[in-house]
């Protein structure tokens, strides 16, 4: 499938203008929550290898817990949008504060109008987040990270938007394990709710080059 940058032109009636100030007001209303959530259970550890450059930006982290979404957006100071998987979003509660906050679903099995999506996103000034496993990260001695995939990568060179890496640590023993029923299948779901969390925001990565080219592509990925 091509892929062609995107460039739409934004057209401000009044009813998308309501639309925007109503998502940025639940999207603040729940880091407000989140902040309070941090604050009493967790002992976050936020290491800046260098200063964040101005701009949107793109956050691609491993990605050991369910919970680490709600974590990273946690400490950003500007408004990211995550880009999760499409079944969270049929659930009742959480998937009702995703939609509201403008966060982006990924169809597993067609992941091109979440990319489309992302690369608007980030257009419009947004940041975005994406987990480029695709999966939790394997916890086999230790937190590893599995093989990645290349959507993060796409969206930098369609975008022009720089890849912060993103490093999630925290003790394994302390991640509780449940399974759930996503999108009629039964997934495991990893949470973690007190103790210790770092998050290390890495050096901006630009990068450059034709999206179509497969094999760059893969090796940037």
Partial sequence: MELVPINKENTWTRDSQFKVVREALNYWFQIAALHQFARLRLELDVQLSS???SGPKIFAGNHPTTTDPFFLITVLR????VMVNADIFTKPVIGGLMR?????????????PALEAGVEALQRGDNVAIFPEGALSSLEGGIQVNRLKTGAVRMALMANAPIIPV??????????TKTMVVGGEEVISRFYFA??????????????????DRELVRVYS
């Avoid at 500007?78 to 949008?81: A, D, L, M, P, V």
């Avoid at 490093?167 to 509780?176: Q, R």
């Fill in 167 to 176: 490093g999630l640590h925290l003790p394994v023993d302390g991640i509780s």
């Fill in 100 to 112: 509201r906050s403008g966060h982006i679903p990924v169809d597993k099995k067609n992941g091109f």
């Fill in 78 to 81: 500007e408004k990211t949008r």
């Fill in 195 to 212: 103790g210790r969390y770092g998050i290390t925001l890495g050096r901006p990565m630009w990068l450059h080059g034709d999206v179509d």
């Fill in 51 to 53: 200063p964040l450059p």
